[in-house]
């Protein structure tokens, strides 16, 4: 599906607190998610991804959860630093489907307080 | 890991003349790469994907005359905005699948303005 708006949802926490960034995704076929943060004025950088046939994948102070019932992704970020702040996106794909490019989701711009 | 390079960063152009942006892989080969705009404050769009040694496919509304990609080598595709207007001012971030494995790895983007 296409991401449309023109605001990001915000999410400030404080630094050491966990965040939880949430993304609905818009294609049941899809079968490949992805989290992205971006810092301004650079390209994605990948933080973590998942299949369809897990519902949760762990990182460095990172989670990927995947509720494919309701289309549903989030991401959890352990001990937040003020080096996490930066805009957030999900992005699915259908692996294999032939369209091959990834949709991003709106985004979130996540802020870390002091 | 995989790194892909872009260029310009950022290049400033005049209403009415083209501008190149190039895209390399630099540590992989890529089969496939895509190009992506993305306008402030909004997600990325998907604006068409280039095999290498075919032509691009181009998302809907995405005018293929006005958007020029060529992707002539496993490790180089290049954007073209011609005859650029000041609405194609933008950030456009190119990414690249490496042959090899299923992942995406993205340029730095390049801030385009047309003035």
């Known amino acids: 599906g296409e991401s449309v708006g023109l605001h990001l949802p915000t999410l400030s926490v404080q630094e050491g607190d966990n965040s939880i960034i949430n993304c609905a995704y818009s294609n049941s076929a899809s079968d490949y998610f992805i989290w992205y943060k971006q810092e301004s004025g650079k390209g994605p950088q990948f933080i973590i991804d998942?299949?369809?046939?897990?519902d949760k994948r762990q990182g460095q102070r990172v989670t990927v959860l995947l509720n494919k019932t309701v289309k549903h992704l989030s991401l959890q970020i352990a001990a937040t630093q003020p080096g996490d702040s930066a805009v957030y996106f999900c992005?699915?794909?259908?692996?294999?489907?032939?369209?091959?490019?990834?949709?991003f989701g709106k985004g979130t711009h996540l802020i870390i307080q002091p | 890991g995989a790194v892909v390079s872009q260029h310009p960063s950022r290049v400033i152009c005049k209403s009415g003349t083209s501008v190149k942006i190039e895209c390399r892989s630099l540590?992989?080969?890529?089969?496939?790469m895509f190009w992506y705009r993305q306008f402030p404050k909004q997600s990325l769009m998907l604006m068409a994907t280039?095999?290498?040694?075919?032509?691009?496919?181009?998302e809907q509304g995405v005018e293929k005359d006005k958007f020029l990609i060529n992707h002539a080598s496993l490790t180089l595709s290049t954007l073209t905005v011609t005859s650029a207007h000041p609405e194609d001012s933008s950030f456009y971030i190119c990414?690249?699948?490496?042959?090899?494995?299923?992942?995406?790895?993205f340029g730095s983007g390049t801030r385009l303005t047309v003035v």
């Open positions: 998942i299949r369809s046939n897990m």
């Open positions: 280039s095999n290498e040694g075919s032509k691009a496919t181009y």
């Open positions: 540590d992989f080969q890529a089969t496939t």
């Open positions: 992005a699915e794909n259908i692996m294999g489907g032939g369209a091959d490019g990834l949709t």
């Open positions: 990414s690249a699948r490496d042959h090899l494995w299923y992942g995406y790895t």
